[in-house]
T-cell receptor, first 112, second 113 residues
Framework: AQSVTQPDIHITVSEGASLELRCNYS??????LFWYVQSPGQGLQLLLK??????LVQGIKGFEAEFKRSQSSFNLRKPSVHWSDAAEYFC??????????FGKGTTLSVSS | NAGVTQTPKFRVLKTGQSMTLLCAQD?????MYWYRQDPGMGLRLIHY???????AKGEVPDGYNVSRLKKQNFLLGLESAAPSQTSVYFC????????????FGPGTRLTVL
């Protein structure tokens, strides 16, 4: 069965520092991978997605993610974090063209 | 263009009561979904629909029923609410195709006492 693992439940990063959020997936075929962000009390917003081509994908708000098939990973990165990036981040894989399967999420706190 | 809307935003129920959550989308999307979000659990799929008149079970369907009588609407019903159904419920929609983005509603916070 498909699954997504986000090993870090909570991460704290200083404002201006770089960020990497980890995501590992289990999927037999070519994965369709997504990162979503959820600000407190809000719905989910798509940051970026990967389904083919260049393994480094760019998203909104300065985020990028790199797909590594050999490591079954799709880690999210940002070179310089802003206080407004504090939120919960979800990695997801598309299950056989029907629905997204989500990881349990990583909460990002930004310290000044 | 309102995107995905959910009604109501908040609700408190007593154990055993019933209610229906309404999801509406104005993007002419084929697929619609209901998820529940609980602390530390991420989002878990309850039911989904791949088109008008069709529904299917997701990961956690017990205690819920759904209907998709119109393409733009997807209803989630709780026939006899239980405290374990206290959660935040999100509706989402997308066009067909695995690479298509899912658009999410703002959520409904349900408390069952």
């Amino acid at each position: 069965a498909q699954s997504v693992t986000q090993p870090d439940i909570h991460i704290t990063v200083s404002e201006g520092a770089s960020l990497e959020l980890r995501c590992n997936y289990s999927y037999g075929a070519t994965p369709y991978l997504f990162w979503y962000v959820q600000s407190p009390g809000q719905g989910l917003q798509l940051l970026l997605k990967y389904f083919s081509g260049d393994t480094l994908v760019q998203g909104i708000k300065g985020f990028e993610a790199e797909f590594k098939r050999s490591q079954s990973s799709f880690n999210l990165r940002k070179p310089s974090v802003h206080w407004s990036d504090a939120a919960e981040y979800f990695c997801a894989v598309n299950q056989a063209g029907t629905a997204l399967i989500f990881g349990k999420g990583t909460t990002l706190s930004v310290s000044s | 263009n309102a995107g995905v809307t959910q009604t109501p935003k908040f609700r408190v129920l007593k154990t055993g009561q019933s209610m229906t959550l309404l999801c509406a989308q104005d993007m002419n999307h084929e697929y619609m979904y209901w998820y529940r979000q609980d602390p530390g659990m991420g989002l878990r799929l309850i039911h989904y629909s791949v088109g008008e008149g069709t529904t299917a079970k997701g990961e956690v369907p017990d205690g819920y029923n759904v209907s998709r009588l119109k393409k733009q609407n997807f209803l989630l019903g709780l026939e006899s609410a239980a405290p374990s159904q206290t959660s935040v419920y999100f509706c989402a929609s997308t066009n067909s195709g695995r690479a298509m983005e899912s658009f999410f509603g703002p959520g409904t916070r349900l408390t069952v006492l």
